[in-house]
């Protein structure tokens, strides 16, 4: 079985300011996705950014790139440039074929961007 | 035009109740989810259907029954409800292989009481 582990409940960020968020996860999968998931006070599920665990370069979406260790089963968000509206619940999830594509999703972590 | 839709948004309830969420999806994917979001935020996969199959079936209670009349459609029933069953109910679609993403409904707040 697949497991997330977010270690970070809640963080806190500066508008215009850096933050990384953590997720390691464990697999005995060699083909297998990952995301992260952002949900806002609205609820909906966002999908933020996906790599491939094939791939080696990290994936980048504007603001959004990921450093994906595949050794050390780590894949960390970084969101530059911060928003207000990036405040949000933010979860890590992965998925393979023995899953049958379900994700298996991290604890999350709850991101508060200040003025 | 809304990719994957659920219906009603909210529901409250009476415990012993028995209540029925809808899901449709308008993106031509061949798998559907149901995952259940807890007062925590944590979220958990319930069932999955690949072309009206059911492929997922996590340790959930048998008054969780899904229904699955088309692979555009998974709908949840839910018998003899209990306040522990008071969550967000997330229906979801997938590509599959082709990309693991998957897309969700919007939620279906479920409050027993």
């Known amino acids: 079985a697949q497991t997330v582990t977010q270690s970070q409940p809640e963080m806190s960020v500066q508008e215009a300011e850096t933050v990384t968020l953590s997720c390691t996860y464990d697999t005995s999968e060699s083909n297998y996705y990952l995301f992260w998931y952002k949900q806002p006070p609205s609820r909906q599920m966002i999908l933020v950014i996906r790599?491939?665990?094939?791939?080696?370069q990290n994936a980048t979406e504007n603001r959004f790139s990921v450093n994906f260790q595949k050794a050390a089963k780590s894949f960390s968000l970084k969101i530059s440039d911060s928003q207000l509206g990036d405040t949000a619940m933010y979860f890590c999830?992965?998925?393979?074929?023995?899953?049958?594509?379900?994700?298996?999703f991290g604890k999350g972590t709850s991101l508060l961007v200040t003025p | 035009d809304t990719a994957v839709s659920q219906t009603p948004k909210y529901l409250v309830t009476q415990m012993g109740n028995d209540k029925s969420i809808k899901c449709e999806q308008n993106l031509g994917h061949d798998t559907m989810y149901w995952y259940k979001q807890d007062s925590k935020k944590f979220l958990k996969i319930m069932f999955s259907?690949?072309?009206?199959?059911?492929?997922i079936n996590e340790t959930v209670p048998n008054r969780f029954s899904p229904k699955s009349p088309d692979k555009a459609h998974l709908n949840l029933h839910i018998n003899s409800l209990e306040l522990g069953d008071s969550a967000v109910y997330f229906c979801a679609s997938s590509q599959g292989p082709r990309t693991g993403e998957l897309f969700f409904g919007e939620g279906s707040r479920l409050t027993v009481l």
């Open positions: 790599q491939e665990a094939y791939k080696q």
């Open positions: 999830a992965s998925t393979n074929s023995n899953s049958g594509y379900a994700l298996n």
């Open positions: 259907y690949n072309n009206k199959e059911l492929i």
